[in-house]
């Protein structure tokens, strides 16, 4: 039996292809609807976090990890398995408080600007991977972590490396529902 | 494939925010919002259509390109070939998803079949994007009948 057409590595490219086409056509017309760069990033982080929220449980489905322990454990497992999984990618992870709870994830290569050579003209401020920060914000919110996530260097705008930052916050007072007497 | 859960995410938030984003659309508007999502099919079906094998380019009838998109696209993109294609010989041409994947997360049946055009509007694009790099070009519409079964219909102009 012949080679199911699915599995040609052509289709296979087309299928990575395919989202990140996708997301830049979203941010092609995201520029058309919005002037301001901060706009723009801000509805990126939005529509992220709204997949975010739904992406963590295709995530735990697929990838049955345990329970974490620290936020440490967390960032390495967003950057080791779920990047690795979603996008083929394995940031590295630097921790970069002495709280250990402020951490970066450092991209080497980003599939999402595969075919983005540099950001559109009078587009400097433009976060244009700023869904990635939405879902890992989503993400977290979904298994009752509240985080912080921005990019904190970018390629396309000139740094040497692309830099996602992740600050988890403190939780919130747990016993907030006390009666009080 | 972990790849086609973030197209298919990403898809439905488009759907989501694109449509909401005319709040008062008035009498042209509900189309407006299918056409920012068919456009963007296009141009993402465009750019598919430039890095599909060289090889199954060379078609010699208009049919061959239809049967192309039913099974090399379709399971490119979707994991599947499509269920039927039809033609009236005469430029019309329905293909028919009994499954459509961007349809089947919705409930199956006459539930949300209201809502059904705007899950189809960007794969609408898609396909009159991917007959466009291969030359021809078309007016492409769908509709679903009872989900997740849905047909698109390709009409391509006699010059």
Redesign the interface.
């Known amino acids: 039996m012949s080679r199911p057409a699915h599995r040609r590595p052509e289709y296979h490219k087309i299928n990575k292809d395919l989202f990140v086409l996708t997301y830049g056509a979203l941010v092609a017309q995201l520029c058309k609807d919005y002037e301001k760069d901060e706009d723009v990033n801000q509805y990126l982080d939005k529509m992220g976090y709204g997949i975010g929220t739904r992406l963590v449980e295709d995530f735990l489905a697929r990838s049955c990890v345990g329970r974490c322990h620290s936020y440490s454990e967390i960032t390495d497992i967003i950057a080791q398995v779920a990047f690795k999984m979603y996008l083929g990618i394995t940031p590295s992870v630097t921790c970069n408080n002495s709280s250990r709870n402020e951490f970066s994830l450092i991209l080497d290569k980003n599939p999402l600007v595969e075919f983005v050579e540099e950001l559109p003209a009078g587009r400097s401020s433009l976060c244009y991977c700023n869904l990635l920060c939405g879902i890992i914000r989503g993400a977290l919110e979904m298994v009752h972590l509240a985080a912080d996530v921005t990019f904190l260097q970018d390629r396309l705008k000139g740094d040497s490396v692309t830099e996602i930052g992740i600050t988890f916050l403190k939780k919130r007072d747990e016993k907030k529902y006390r009666r009080k007497k | 494939?972990?790849?086609?859960?973030?197209?298919e995410?990403?898809?439905?938030?488009?759907v989501?925010?694109?449509w909401a984003?005319d709040p008062d659309p008035g009498p042209g508007g509900q189309k407006m919002s299918l056409s920012?999502l068919e456009?963007?099919g296009f141009?993402?079906g465009r750019?598919?259509g430039e890095?599909?094998?060289r090889e199954t380019l060379a078609f010699r009838e208009e049919l061959d390109v239809l049967k192309f998109l039913c099974?090399?696209l379709w399971?490119?993109?979707f994991?599947k070939?499509m269920d039927s294609l039809r033609t009236n010989h005469q430029g019309t041409y329905v293909l028919q998803d009994n499954s459509f994947p961007l349809l089947l997360p919705m409930a199956s049946g006459l539930q949300y079949l209201e809502e059904a055009p705007k899950f189809l509007a960007?794969t609408c694009g898609l396909l009159r994007g991917a007959l466009c790099t291969l030359g021809i070009e078309s007016v492409v519409t769908a509709s679903v009948a009872a989900l997740p079964i849905c047909k698109f219909q390709v009409v391509i102009p006699k010059s």
């Open positions: 494939m972990a790849d086609t859960v973030l197209f995410f990403l898809h439905t938030e488009m989501a925010e694109l984003h920012v456009g963007m141009r993402v750019a598919l890095r599909l094998p099974k090399d399971v490119a993109v994991q070939q960007f």
